[in-house]
C-alpha cells in the first residue's frame, strides 16, 4: 500500500430537495443492518455464520450537469458522506464514507439521463481501512459508439462486512466473476486521477486528504 | 457461474427456489461493455439467471460484471414490514419485470415479479412509442430522492435506462435502445429505491 494524496476537486453532495431529520438518520441506520436479511433468510433458510451487518448506499449521479449543486444523492448510511469526483468525460468517482470495514460487497450502476442511448459501467470499486470503511466506486460512461460521454447515473452499494476471524466466506446475495483479491482490485491508474484537473462541477472544493490505494 | 459461449452465461443462486424477484447485472471493467438479464426462473434447486454481455460494438463478448438479486423486498433498502420494532418509518422501493415489451395496453406486471414497498398496489406500464415506457408506482406522487436501476431483459443487445430522476417524477421514463440507437421495444426490470416513508 501506498500512500498517495490526491489532488481534485471533491463535491460534499446533500440532496437538495430534503434534509432529512436527526431522528429519521438514526432510524435508518437501523435499517441497513437488516436490509439483507427477508430475502436471504425467507429463501436461503439461514445466514452463512459470521455474516456482520449489511451496508448499503444508493444515490443518483447528475453526471451532466454542471453544477455541483444539482447533484442529487442519497446515502442511507448516517455516519458518512458522499462525494462525487469527476475525472473526465464520461467517468466519476463516488465516495461513501462510514461504509463499515470489507466484506463481500457488489456495486450496480444504471444510466439514468434517458434522453438517448448511454449505459454506464463499473471500472472498479475499492474499500478503505480509514474513515471507517470509505468505498470507492469508478463508473465510466459510454455513447453508442463506446466513446466516453458524461450521463446521469443512478448507483447501489451493498456489503456485508465480515469479522476478521470468520474469513470472507461468500454470501448468496452477490458476486462477480473472477473476482480479484480487494488488494488488487482494478481503479484507474494513480497518475489519472492526479492528473485530473479541477473542473466547474464543484461549487465547494473539499481538502484533500491523503488517500490509500494499491500500489 | 456457467459460460454456456461468448459472452453468455447462467448464473445460479442455490436454495433461492422462490419464483420471482429482480436481478440487476452491471457490466464490469475499464472498456466499454454492457450486460442484461436475458431471462431467470427458480427451480427447486435454486434460481438461476441467464446472463448477456456485449462489448461497445454491441458484439457479443466475455466481460466481468456483476450481479444482484432480490425477492421480497428492493435492493439497498429495509422495508417497514419486515422491521418488528418500528413500524412507523421505512425507506421504501419497489420492482418489476416489464415482460410484455409490445402490449400497448397499460398493464401489470407478474405479481411474483412486481413489487411495491408503498403497499398501493402493484406497479403498472405503459407503452408510450417504441422503445418509450412508463413506469407507475400507484398513489406515490412524488419519489423524492430516488435511485433507479434498469436492466434490459430478453434476447439482443438491447439496452435499457431510466429517464432523468433527478426530480423524483413518478411515473418513471424508461427507454430501450438497439445497438445502433433506435428506440426498440424490449422487456426490462426495473428497481426503485426511495427515502420517501410509507
Given at each position: ?16 430537495r430534503?434534509?432529512?431529520?436527526l ?51 442519497s446515502?442511507?448510511k ?25 466484506g ?82 482494478p481503479?484507474?491508474p ?26 | ?90 425507506d ?23 413489487y ?34 434498469v ?48
Amino acid at each position: 500500500m501506498q500512500a498517495i494524496e490526491i489532488m481534485r476537486p471533491m463535491c460534499r453532495v446533500e440532496n437538495p430537495r430534503r434534509k432529512p431529520r436527526l431522528l429519521e438518520l438514526a432510524i435508518r441506520s437501523i435499517g441497513i443492518a437488516a436490509v439483507f436479511l427477508a430475502p436471504t433468510l425467507s429463501a436461503a433458510g439461514t445466514l452463512p455464520s459470521g455474516a456482520g451487518k449489511p451496508r448499503v448506499a444508493w444515490g443518483y449521479v447528475d453526471g451532466g450537469n454542471l453544477d455541483c449543486g444539482a447533484f442529487c444523492f442519497s446515502n442511507p448510511k448516517r455516519r458518512g458522506g458522499v462525494y462525487v469526483a469527476y475525472l473526465g468525460t464520461g467517468s466519476y468517482e463516488v465516495e461513501l464514507e462510514g461504509m463499515g470495514p470489507p466484506g463481500p460487497d457488489d456495486v450496480q450502476v444504471s444510466a439514468a439521463q434517458g434522453g438517448g442511448f448511454a449505459y454506464c459501467m463499473t471500472a472498479g470499486w475499492s474499500v478503505a481501512h480509514h474513515d471507517r470503511g470509505t468505498v470507492d466506486i469508478i463508473v465510466n460512461c459510454y455513447d453508442v459508439a463506446g466513446n466516453p460521454t458524461d450521463d446521469a447515473f443512478a448507483f447501489l452499494y451493498q456489503s456485508r462486512a465480515i469479522p476478521l476471524d470468520q474469513g470472507r466466506k461468500e454470501l448468496p446475495f452477490s458476486w462477480r466473476i473472477s473476482r480479484p483479491r480487494r488488494a488488487t482490485r482494478p481503479i484507474p491508474p494513480i497518475s489519472t486521477i492526479r492528473q485530473a484537473a479541477p473542473t466547474p462541477w464543484c461549487a465547494t472544493e473539499r481538502a484533500p486528504t491523503p488517500r490509500q490505494f494499491p500500489a | 457461474m456457467v459460460r454456456n459461449g461468448t459472452g453468455s452465461y447462467t448464473a445460479t443462486i442455490p436454495g433461492l427456489t422462490k419464483k420471482g424477484g429482480n436481478v440487476q447485472v452491471t457490466a464490469y471493467g475499464k472498456n466499454p461493455a454492457r450486460c442484461k438479464v436475458s431471462d431467470w426462473s427458480a427451480s427447486d434447486s435454486g434460481t438461476s439467471a441467464n446472463v448477456l454481455c456485449f462489448d461497445g460494438t454491441g458484439v457479443a463478448a466475455d466481460e466481468k460484471f456483476t450481479l444482484a438479486y432480490t425477492i421480497g423486498v428492493p435492493m439497498g433498502l429495509w422495508n417497514y414490514k419486515h422491521d418488528k420494532g418500528n413500524t412507523h418509518y421505512g425507506d421504501s422501493g419497489a420492482y418489476a419485470w416489464a415482460d410484455q415489451p409490445d402490449n400497448t395496453k397499460t398493464y401489470r406486471p407478474p405479481h411474483a415479479f412486481n413489487y411495491n414497498g408503498f403497499d398501493t398496489g402493484r406497479l403498472t406500464v405503459a407503452w408510450q412509442q417504441t422503445g418509450n415506457y412508463l413506469v407507475t408506482l400507484r398513489g406515490v406522487e412524488d419519489l423524492g430522492a430516488a435511485g433507479i436501476l434498469v436492466t434490459a431483459n430478453g434476447d439482443g443487445n438491447t439496452t435499457c435506462s431510466a429517464g432523468n430522476t433527478n426530480e423524483g417524477y413518478n411515473p418513471v421514463e424508461v427507454n430501450c435502445f438497439d445497438q445502433n440507437a433506435n428506440p426498440v421495444d424490449s422487456e426490462f426490470s426495473v428497481l426503485f429505491q426511495t427515502d420517501l416513508k410509507k
